[in-house]
C-alpha cells in the first residue's frame, strides 16, 4: 500500500504570507498520478492540482504544485482569506488504486 | 456543468446494509474515460476511497472494504450505486460520490456528501 504523509500537520499563517504544504509517499509515484485538493468545513473536496504539477479548471495561479518520485509539493504564493482550509494530496495506480494523505490544515495565525 | 447528487437513508442499523444512489446531471454518465467512485471521511477525519465503477461494469475496490462492498451503475438512470453490508459504527461518516478522470486519476467532480449513521 502506498502511505502519502503530509506536513506539516497545521500550518499557521497570515494572508499574504506563502504557505508550503508537503507531500510524502512511501513508495515512488508516478507525477501524472498525484494531486491536490483544498475541502474547506461543510463542503466536498475541490480540485486544485492533477498531474503533479497542472491547475484545475478555474484555479487562481497563486496555487502551484510540483514534485517527483515521493516528494511532491503544494505551494499558495499569497495567502488569500479564503485559502484558509484543509489540503490533501492523493495518488492513483498503486494498491489500493488510491490513497489519500492525512491532510494539512491551513489555519489563520 | 457535471452535478452529483447521494442520496439514501442517513441512519442504519448494525449488521444491516448501507445503500446510497449517486445520480449524475450535466453529462452522461457513459461518456468519456471516467470511473465513477465513492469516498468516504468520517468526522474530523481524514479521506477514505471505498472503490470505484465504470460503466462497463469493471470495478475496483479498496482491499480493506472488498469483502463488503458491492457496486453497480445503471446507464439508463444515469446512476450508480454502493452497498456495504454488515456496517458497524465504524461505518459512520460522510460519503462522497466523485467522478475520477482515468488519464490523471483526479476527482474532478464531486457530490455534496452525505451523511449516514449507523446507530440502532
Redesign the interface.
Known amino acids: 500500500e502506498i502511505v502519502l504523509t503530509q506536513s506539516p500537520g497545521t500550518l499557521s499563517l497570515s494572508p499574504g504570507e506563502r504557505a508550503t504544504l508537503s507531500c510524502r509517499a512511501s513508495q515512488s509515484v508516478s507525477s501524472?498520478?498525484l494531486?491536490w485538493?483544498q475541502q474547506k468545513p461543510g463542503?466536498?473536496?475541490?480540485?486544485l492540482i492533477?498531474?503533479a504539477s497542472?491547475r484545475?479548471t478555474g484555479i487562481p495561479d497563486r496555487f502551484s504544485g510540483s514534485g517527483s518520485g515521493t516528494d511532491f509539493t503544494l505551494t499558495i504564493s499569497r495567502l488569500e482569506p479564503e485559502d484558509f482550509a484543509m489540503y490533501?494530496c492523493?495518488?492513483?495506480?498503486g494498491?489500493?488504486?488510491?490513497?489519500?494523505?492525512?491532510?494539512t490544515k491551513v489555519e489563520i495565525k | 456543468q457535471v452535478q452529483l447528487q447521494e442520496s439514501g437513508p442517513g441512519l442504519v442499523e448494525p449488521s444491516q446494509t448501507l445503500s446510497l444512489t449517486c445520480t449524475v446531471s450535466g453529462d452522461s454518465i457513459n461518456s468519456g474515460r471516467y470511473f465513477w467512485s465513492w469516498i468516504r471521511q468520517p468526522a474530523g477525519k481524514g479521506l477514505e476511497w471505498i472503490g470505484r465503477i465504470q460503466t462497463s461494469g469493471s470495478s475496483n475496490y479498496n482491499p480493506s472494504l472488498k469483502s463488503r462492498v458491492t457496486m453497480s451503475v445503471d446507464t439508463s438512470k444515469n446512476h450508480f450505486s454502493l452497498k456495504v453490508n454488515s456496517v458497524t459504527a465504524a461505518d459512520t461518516a460522510m460519503y462522497f460520490c466523485a467522478r475520477q478522470y482515468d488519464i490523471y486519476g483526479d476527482f474532478d467532480y464531486w457530490g455534496q456528501g452525505t451523511l449516514v449513521t449507523v446507530s440502532s
Open positions: 501524472s498520478y494531486a485538493y463542503q466536498a473536496p475541490r480540485l492533477y498531474g497542472s484545475a490533501y492523493q495518488q492513483y495506480g494498491s489500493p488504486r488510491v490513497t489519500f494523505g492525512g491532510g
